[in-house]
């Protein structure tokens, strides 16, 4: 996620130009960033240009109703927002977004799960940017358990203790509503505002308002090791099949997530998170590609994808593993 170092430039900006605000996205992995990164593109004012950086354009779950056009890396929206990803190193694509031809209003970062991010706050010319804040979803259902985790436990709680606007997500699956996750948030962060991911979007209006971040001071990175598989289907899936086998394998994975094709054309996003399988249609496109993550050691990708592959509804045609 954070490859390169933080880029500063030679020159500054012209005079009387403003500082472009930049947000910081992160939790950990099927936390629901995505999902927190669509309602900020929606909310966004129509002459607001929002430019969003992740990891990966081609597998970030933009909504369709938001999508005007891709090109290879980069995702033009409805709203003239664009979304790319992050090229060899995220330094560079940030100096290339606010040095275009058509600089965005706004800079929005999904950080991947796995990455601290204040380390990733601290990227950026501090001449043409400002970081207006680090929001990090917090997982009802899981992150308690989570971080209690030996190996990623530390993580979890540094992604949380780095933000200036903590979002709890899934509060309406929990069993307790939320209650457990609201108090680890204060407990691991007490003077953190912590606001639900609801309809009524609050914690929207408090980004598009602007955090009042302090610059990070990022310490030591946590080395944290995890190991992805990536499996493309040939064909359509069997869509209730493939959540049987991300279901039995829900105790070694810790994040799973595709957009596949069913035998009857539909599309449908699946997502393992917090051991939770959950399923929802979507207008497409539909990749057919699964990535699968997971702690070193825990599980045999050659198992995993022969366990895919006989999802595939054609089983003359069988899934292939693709190079992470």
Same mark, same amino acid.
């Not at 810790?254 to 393992?272: S, Y």
């Given at each position: ?231 493309? +289907?040939? *064909?359509?899936? $069997?869509? #209730?099949? @493939? /959540?049987?086998? %991300? ?7 810790? &994040? ?38 997971? +702690?070193? *050691?825990?599980? $045999?990708? #050659?198992? @995993? /994808?022969?366990? %895919? ?7 003359? &045609? ?7």
């Amino acid at each position: 996620m954070t490859g390169g170092s933080p880029i500063h430039g030679d020159a500054g900006p012209e005079a009387g130009s403003k500082l472009i605000p930049m947000v910081v996205l992160g939790g950990w992995l099927g936390a629901g960033k995505t999902t927190l990164l669509n309602r900020l593109l929606r909310a966004a004012d129509d002459g607001e240009r929002i430019a969003v950086v992740v990891n990966d354009v081609g597998e970030v779950g933009l909504d369709a109703e938001l999508v005007a056009a891709r090109d290879g890396d980069t995702v033009e929206l409805t709203n003239g927002c664009v979304c790319c990803s992050i090229g060899d190193s995220l330094g560079v694509t940030l100096r290339d977004l606010v040095l275009s031809d058509r600089p965005p209003d706004r800079l929005v970062i999904e950080a991947s799960g796995v990455a601290e991010p204040d380390r990733v706050a601290a990227y950026g010319d501090r001449r043409r940017l400002r970081l207006d804040g680090v929001v990090v979803a917090v997982d009802a259902v899981d992150v308690v358990d989570r971080a209690g985790h030996v190996t990623y436990g530390p993580l979890v709680r540094r992604q949380a203790a780095a933000a200036e606007l903590l979002v709890v997500t899934k509060a309406e699956v929990a069993t307790d509503g939320g209650a457990a996750a609201r108090a680890w948030c204060a407990d691991v962060a007490p003077d953190t505002p912590v606001v639900e991911a609801s309809d009524d979007d609050r914690w929207v209006l408090l980004v598009l308002g602007g955090l009042d971040a302090a610059e990070p001071t990022p310490t030591d990175a946590l080395d944290v090791a995890v190991v992805s598989t990536t499996w493309q +289907a040939a *064909g359509p899936v $069997d869509v #209730g099949l @493939l /959540i049987s086998v %991300l279901a039995d394998n829900a105790h070694l994975l810790l &994040r799973a997530k595709a957009v596949v094709t069913d035998g009857h054309g539909r599309h449908a996003a699946v997502h393992l998170a917090g051991g939770r399988v959950t399923v929802e249609s979507v207008d497409g496109p539909a990749s057919g590609r699964l990535v699968a993550i997971a +702690a070193p *050691g825990t599980i $045999d990708p #050659g198992d @995993l /994808i022969a366990a %895919l592959d006989v999802c595939v509804v054609d089983h003359d &045609r069988v899934g292939s593993r693709e190079a992470p």
